[in-house]
């Protein structure tokens, strides 16, 4: 089993800055990719940040020059720092991980249970 938690997110004015962060633990043997996705209402699920083991970041053009992601390989943590939020911001945001859980079988996507982030004034 793997576990992904996300923490920090919450309610703030246009113009401030969140930290989301999130663990995977459990049967992991090797993480090829985390990143953050979000899904507002009435809206397909988009990638927001993405940093894959070994590879450059990859961010939404919406958030680039304001977001930004990294890991603590050790921790099997990804942050996800939100600076200069705008309402458009607003979602639920989901961790993923792209990963091993044994040597012989191929990598697949976990899901974090979400958490809100509320941009409002």
């Known amino acids: 089993q793997v576990q992904l938690v996300e923490s920090g997110g919450g309610l703030v004015q246009p113009g401030g800055s969140l930290r989301l962060s999130c663990a995977a633990s459990?049967?992991?043997?090797?993480?090829?990719?985390m990143g953050w996705y979000r899904q507002a209402p009435g809206k397909q699920r988009e990638l927001v940040a993405a940093?894959?083991?070994?590879?450059?970041?990859n961010y939404a053009d919406s958030v680039k020059g304001r977001f930004t992601i990294s890991r603590d390989y050790a921790k099997n943590t990804v942050y996800l720092q939100m600076n200069s939020l705008k309402p458009e911001d607003t979602a639920v945001y989901l961790c993923?991980?792209?990963?091993?859980?044994?040597?012989?079988?191929?990598?697949?996507?976990?899901w974090g249970q979400g958490t809100q982030v509320t941009v409002s004034s």
């Open positions: 993923n991980a792209y990963l091993k859980t044994t040597a012989w079988r191929g990598p697949r996507d976990y």
């Open positions: 940093i894959p083991s070994g590879g450059s970041t």
């Open positions: 459990g049967s992991i043997f090797s993480i090829n990719a």
